[in-house]
């Protein structure tokens, strides 16, 4: 007979103490482990993370993004685990880069878990500081949801995506896809995406991917459809669906650096070219020319100041390659990975005359607290998705773009991890839809609680000149300011753990950026402070945007009764 309490069972099931990879599964169920639900959702958070099943390379305690982690090594996820289980409800655990440091007593409506990653005092905050630093042990790469355990997936991205995309078509093609060829470079944890994005809009896609199992990955996972080393064979069946206006996505076993200029050889120039290739990390990330991947992985560890001479090169060209085919007609915008930065590093001096993506597509949603809300089921239990994705059709009829997006999402994802879903909503209604995810715990509609975060890429929590906030309209573009305090407003106003990063999805130096989750347990506690939360969050995006001069901002604010003083704006 079995006697061990759930907590024993835990540290069991989790091999905790082994010091070294193995397979985390987050636990699931109504049981507790910890001493509260806040603590509990961490912990299954920060396992789901390291899943197999969600993140790209667990043994390395890799989640996404290049080397995005979740744990600083094996021993602190380990220590990590430990102190989550230890926590009260009045205490707060310190992490720094992936380090459980310490606990501290606070209160009980405090967050139970402050996190900051990654971030070197500005004149130092490049990589090679930072390399130095990962090396003697010090600090990790947290990317944005790795470091702050709430990635969900591939499906984090899809939806951001699959709006960028719609917004494209929107702008150029009559809002329809169809017919048009997309050309972009890899299928990781966040560009995997791509392809299933553009299918949804119709679009034919050739999405260039040097790592053959990440393409697998996307077939297996059904974000993309076929395959092939070939690049004639690749051009051709592409050429073919755009004809026949039947959407399809082709995964091309190659290095973008090498199809890219080869395409333009054979005089194909596709009607929009982006990437996703992790370019922001030259080491770590982006592979160079003239090796096969093996050869790089090697290279990687055998001479690393070779490798990133090699990759900076390579990403000239893959950049270069991008402006010649614009020039040539196509539409071209940067896909958030600061290919361009380290393209003009290596002296491709008009990088930046294609724009990046949120200029180009997303900033008006920005500026009505439009960004990614996304939960997940601690119960495990898929069903619980389905009961809160009926609830928000219910709730926001009217947002008809994002009932089709939960309707499709229902039908075509396949969960990874812990079942979880994303939309985006906007500041009025994310606070909303935290009552009502609140309340359908509370009535037992959804069978145990559920946590509701976000990704760093949003309205008021980053500052990141060439991503989210490149080309705002009063030139603050590097204002790290406005991170920083949706990182304190968000503390203040009681999420379960928050978070502060540099670097996010475009390298050390380049990017500053804040995330909370918060707990829906079904309790009073609970109901105030997620609807704090989630109205408190996207306000600081609305008074970034509108500090910043964005009339949409201003007049939300005014609509909405957010009070921005400098405009003598008080509802
Ligand atoms: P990832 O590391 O999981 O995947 C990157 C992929 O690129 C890998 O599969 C790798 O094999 C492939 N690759 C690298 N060099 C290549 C080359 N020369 N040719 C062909 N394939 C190559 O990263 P990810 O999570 O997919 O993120 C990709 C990039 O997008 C990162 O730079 C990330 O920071 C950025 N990003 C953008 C957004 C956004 O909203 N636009 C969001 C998150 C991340």
């Known amino acids: 007979m079995n006697h061990s309490t759930p907590k024993e069972a835990l540290l069991k099931n989790l091999q905790i103490g082994l010091g070294k990879a193995r397979p985390v599964k987050a636990p699931t169920g109504t049981t507790l482990h910890c001493k509260g639900w806040h603590q509990e959702a961490a912990l299954r958070m920060l396992c789901n993370n390291l899943d197999p099943a969600n993140g790209e390379n667990p043994d390395e305690l ?40 310490g606990i501290l007593k606070t209160y009980p409506h405090t967050p139970r878990v402050l996190i900051a990653n990654a971030n070197i005092v500005p004149y130092w905050a490049n990589w090679a500081t930072f390399r130095k630093l990962d090396q003697q042990g010090l600090m990790m790469y947290g990317q944005m949801t790795a470091g702050s355990w709430i990635y969900i997936g591939t499906q984090g991205i899809l939806q951001g995506t699959y709006e960028t995309f719609a917004a494209l078509a929107k702008k150029h093609f009559d809002s329809d896809l169809s017919g048009k060829i997309v050309l972009t470079g890899g299928l990781g944890g966040m ?4 392809p299933l994005s553009v299918t949804m809009n119709n679009g034919v896609t050739i999405c260039v991917e040097i790592d053959p199992q990440r393409i697998q990955r996307r ?12 690049l004639d064979t690749a051009i051709a069946m592409a050429r073919e669906a755009a004809e026949a206006k039947k959407p399809l996505s082709i995964g091309l076993m190659a290095n973008t650096a090498e199809a890219l200029p080869r395409m333009i050889e054979k005089g194909f120039i596709p009607d929009v070219v982006t990437d996703q290739t992790s370019a922001h990390d ?27 001479d090699r990759a900076m090169d390579a990403m000239a060209i893959h950049c270069r390659a991008i402006l010649d085919m614009m020039k040539k007609g ?19 001096t008009d990088a930046m005359d294609y724009p990046g993506f949120v200029p180009a597509y997303v900033r008006h949603l920005f500026c009505d607290g439009e960004g990614p809300f996304r939960w997940a089921a601690l119960s495990g239990d898929p069903e619980d998705i389905r009961v809160t994705d009926e609830a928000l059709m219910e709730a926001f009829p009217h947002k008809k773009h994002m009932v089709r997006w939960l309707k499709m999402a229902g039908e075509k994802i396949a969960h990874m991890g812990l079942p979880a879903r994303i939309c985006w909503l906007g500041y009025g ?11 359908l715990v509370a009535s037992g509609r959804v069978k145990a609680p559920l946590v509701i975060g976000r990704d760093h890429l949003d309205c008021g929590s980053v500052a990141s000149p060439y991503r989210e906030t490149e080309g705002m309209k009063d030139g603050s ?3 790290g300011d406005w991170a920083l305090l949706n990182c304190m407003v968000n503390v203040a106003s009681g999420a379960s753990w928050v978070s502060f990063h540099d670097g996010g999805g475009v390298g050390i130096g380049n990017a500053l950026h804040a995330g909370q989750v918060t707990l829906a347990d079904g309790t009073p506690e609970a109901e105030v402070r997620v609807t704090t939360v989630l109205r408190n969050d996207p306000g600081t995006g609305i008074i970034r945007h509108a500090d910043a001069g964005y009339q949409r901002a201003r007049d939300v604010a005014s609509e ?9 704006m008080f509802p």
């Open 62 to 101: 890799i989640v996404y993004g290049g080397f995005g982690k979740a744990a600083r090594n094996w021993e602190c996820f380990d220590a990590l685990v430990r102190s989550l289980l230890v926590l009260e409800n009045d205490e707060t655990l310190l992490v720094q880069s992936g380090k459980p440091a």
């Open 191 to 194: 560009g995997g995406a791509q």
């Open 219 to 230: 077939i297996d996972t059904k974000y993309l459809d076929t395959s092939t080393p070939d």
């Open 282 to 308: 030259e080491l770590n990330g982006y592979v160079p020319t003239g090796i096969s991947l093996a050869e790089a992985l090697t290279l990687r560890k055998t001479d690393p100041d070779q490798y990133i």
């Open 330 to 348: 196509a539409i071209a915008f940067d896909y958030g990975n600061n290919l361009r930065g380290q393209a003009l590093k290596r002296g491709v």
């Open 429 to 439: 209604e994310r606070d909303k839809a935290g009552k009502l995810f609140n309340d």
């Open 477 to 479: 573009d590097a204002v």
């Open 560 to 568: 909405r009764g957010v009070k921005l003083p400098m405009l003598n």
